[in-house]
């Protein structure tokens, strides 16, 4: 399974879900290529590859499919998750409702500002940052999201991955670059980068011949 | 130009902002390397694909490139967007400090909350999403941010495009697609999906051959 394959498989498992959720109980390639955004023919290419199988009268069932894709997924695994700095976006993130029915959970905040993780209106506990390496090994966490300053970045990134955090969505403008573990362990780091993103979208109505993305 | 170079020219370009603002005149392909999160022999292959050539002594003037990557990205031209969606992600985005150093304005929100949109202590203008044909057309917008929740997203994409938006970043979970318009002019949109993004650092953790995207 390569990487595009995995988005369209994730894709897929987030559309089933929401379908049933809806109380459907069938689904058809076309809906699910509608919900990720690619053909028909490549759903049933990526079905057929993973020896997932339609019915006679066409269609396939949302929650044989929910569990095949999920077990390929890793689903059932614990998904808990960090947010450190709890700045306007990182509290947006806290807050924010759609993690859930993916089975990830944010299970704590981190800053550095007493002002900010005293508050006792979050709905998630929070903590110094001192706290870190305490509290990640306590929830066995692997995953966090880095919602700080630019300045902090790369410190909070590297305290992170001394605590054993392995997995980082990062939304700071620097581009954070996976590090070689000397456990041998794998770091995975996606930038998502804000500022640039609309820099790219205004280049691309600028020069249409870039071709668009989705 | 590809869009893979283009990510790496628009780096290089925010790097090198950057670097100006702390005082340095000149760079060497490897810190652009660095801020990029690629290898020098890369900067150095796009520096000469674009005929941009370093100095004697090594290392390149920071305001000729400036000047050249600039030019080359379309900066100059103005840079409006809007916010389409009020809440707790769409405000973090209107607070965002990080957009003004790339020369893109956050110039007004959108909601159809009137507790939202006639908040007074927001930094940019607030209007009702009525007003949004008008607004748009006034300011010459041509790129907006969707923030609103999942069931509001097709509709509020609807309504840009047929106000003339053609640039999309869209941070709700729906996934939205380029639509052909009938002026033949182009559409582009960035899906960001948090959540998919989340799970997808849960999947390759888990199946480290996967390998490890930046």
């Given at each position: 399974?390569?990487?595009?394959?995995?988005?369209?498989?994730?894709?897929?498992?987030?559309?089933?879900?929401?379908?049933?959720?809806?109380?459907?109980?069938?689904?058809?390639?076309?809906?699910?290529?509608?919900?990720?955004?690619?053909?028909?023919?490549?759903?049933?290419?990526?079905?057929?590859?993973?020896?997932?199988?339609?019915?006679?009268?066409g269609g396939y069932e949302i929650t044989d499919l929910i569990g095949v894709l999920g077990s390929l997924l890793g689903k059932g695994d614990p998904q808990?998750?960090?947010?450190?700095?709890?700045?306007?976006?990182?509290?947006?993130?806290?807050?924010?409702?759609?993690?859930?029915?993916?089975?990830?959970?944010?299970?704590?905040?981190?800053?550095?500002?007493?002002?900010?993780?005293?508050?006792?209106?979050?709905?998630?506990?929070?903590?110094?940052?001192?706290?870190?390496?305490?509290?990640?090994?306590?929830?066995?966490?692997?995953?966090?999201?880095?919602?700080?300053?630019?300045?902090?970045?790369?410190?909070?990134?590297?305290?992170?991955?001394?605590?054993?955090?392995?997995?980082?969505?990062?939304?700071?403008?620097?581009?954070?670059?996976?590090?070689?573990?000397?456990?041998?362990?794998?770091?995975?780091?996606?930038?998502?980068?804000?500022?640039?993103?609309?820099?790219?979208?205004?280049?691309?109505?600028?020069?249409?011949?870039?071709?668009?993305?989705?």
């Amino acid at each position: 399974m390569n990487n595009e394959q995995l988005v369209r498989i994730t894709r897929y498992y987030r559309a089933l879900n929401r379908l049933r959720t809806i109380g459907l109980e069938k689904v058809f390639a076309h809906n699910l290529a509608d919900a990720a955004g690619v053909s028909p023919a490549i759903v049933r290419k990526d079905f057929s590859q993973l020896a997932i199988h339609g019915q006679k009268r066409g269609g396939y069932e949302i929650t044989d499919l929910i569990g095949v894709l999920g077990s390929l997924l890793g689903k059932g695994d614990p998904q808990n998750c960090i947010i450190v700095g709890c700045g306007r976006i990182g509290k947006a993130l806290i807050h924010y409702t759609g993690f859930e029915p993916d089975g990830i959970r944010i299970v704590a905040g981190f800053d550095n500002d007493p002002n900010v993780y005293t508050d006792s209106s979050s709905p998630i506990p929070l903590y110094s940052l001192n706290r870190l390496d305490e509290i990640v090994s306590a929830l066995k966490v692997k995953v966090a999201v880095i919602t700080v300053p630019e300045v902090a970045a790369q410190e909070s990134y590297d305290r992170l991955l001394k605590a054993g955090v392995r997995g980082i969505l990062n939304f700071s403008p620097v581009t954070l670059k996976p590090v070689p573990q000397e456990d041998g362990t794998v770091v995975v780091v996606h930038n998502i980068n804000i500022a640039l993103e609309l820099e790219q979208i205004f280049y691309e109505l600028k020069f249409p011949a870039m071709g668009h993305r989705e």
